[in-house]
Every structure is written in C-alpha cells, then in structure tokens.
C-alpha cells in the first residue's frame, strides 16, 4: 500500500475522508498545549491507529473528535456518526444488564420490535449474542469492551474512536478485540471506520496505516510494521495486561 508521506496528518488512500481535522489547538488552563495544530484525515473505512507516549496528545484528540472537548482553534468536519470507547469499559456502561445499558443508544422513535432487533444483531456483531439479560457485573473485561462496542453499533456509529481499548485486558482478550474492529472494518457490508489509538506497538502489525503522535502531532501515514521499526527503540512497551479480561 502506497501511503502519504506528509507530515501533520495526510490522508491514507480512500475515496473523500470520512474525518477532516484541521489545525486543530488545545491549551490548558495552566498553560500547557495538549495540541499544536494537528491536522488528520481519514478515509470513509479501515482500521487506522495513532501511536504515542503518554502526554503526546492522542486521547485528548479522540474526545475532541467526539465531541466532549472544544478545540482552542482549528476545526473538525465528520461525515460519519462517530462514538468514543473508552479504554475502561466501565467508565461507560451504566446500567444492570447488557440489553437495559445498549437501550440508551437507541434512537427514542424505534418500534419495540425495531429496538429488540437492533439490540439482539449488535450482540450478535461482537459475539455476545443471547446476552441480553446478562447482568454485566458477571462479564469479564473482554466481554464488557465487546459490549461497549456493541452498544456504539446499536446507536449506528460508524466511526469508532477508540481509546487504547485493549490497555486493561489480558492478552486473550487484547486479541479477541484487535480481531473484532478489524473484522468490523473490513466485512463486506458497510464496513465501518476505526481510529484506534494504542501504546501497544505489537497492534500496528494489524492495522491499514499508522501514524505517530509527538507533542500534539500526527507525523506521517505509515505501513504498520514500518512504523513500529522505527519507533520500538524509543517508545517503551506496556506489560502484557494490566487487569483481567
């Protein structure tokens, strides 16, 4: 794959970008930059990682794209519906059970039946099907990032914003989930976009490109692998889980 090689955000191959993010900046209140006037696009599907240390600015990019910060300057045009996993699934599970916590992404106007089959293909998708009435303190932390996700496909997202989604999970279930995006990403049917950022640099073998984010900026796209090559001397890797999946 023949890739962009400009710094400050060019635009993997694709048709017209699904997220356009222009010079965008973040100041603190104390003063610090979180973001320098980053620029990224991505195109309409495929799964795209950002990679970086902590302070590089790569999570608080995710919660601008989703709406939750307000930039200092620059803009963000989205052409996809985007939905924000966080990297601790229960920062955004909310109630008992599994089918209960995916109603609240639902659009009010669906028909019952809409709703239960909306809830029960969504489970489905990520391999929790019949786990309606499961309550979710039962499940393991795989099962509950599985189901934060199912609950962004039950509302419709198409661009997932993931924020080190596998960080809590041991790595069975690190894998389960890298598999899960990827095969959303990439199913013939309304293949989804992902920008999933990681500070695991054995998830870039995995992904269509990777770009590196320094001090609230994207450098170039990159194969992957290349990527972690290049990298993998000077960014220290995460231990293998840091709680149970």
Partial sequence: MAL???SG??????????????????????????????????????LWMLVGGNGSGKSTLLRLLAGLLEPSSGRVRLTLKPALVFQNPDHQLLLPSCGTDLQLGLAQDLAPEQRQGRLAAALAQVGLGGFEGRPIHTLSGGQKQRLAIAGALAGDASLLLLDEPTALLDPESQGEVL??????????DRPLTALW???RLEELDHCDAAAEMERGLIGPWQQGPALRRTIENRLPPLPAGRAGG
């Fill in 9 to 46: 955000g060019a635009s993997p191959p694709g048709s017209s970008p699904a997220l356009v993010a222009e010079g965008l900046c973040l100041t603190w209140a104390n003063g610090s930059q979180a973001l320098n006037h980053c620029d990224l696009r991505l195109p309409g599907s495929g």
């Fill in 179 to 188: 598999q899960l995006i990827d095969r959303l990403c990439h199913r013939p």
């Fill in 197 to 199: 950022i990681t500070h």
């Fill in 4 to 6: 962009g090689s400009p």
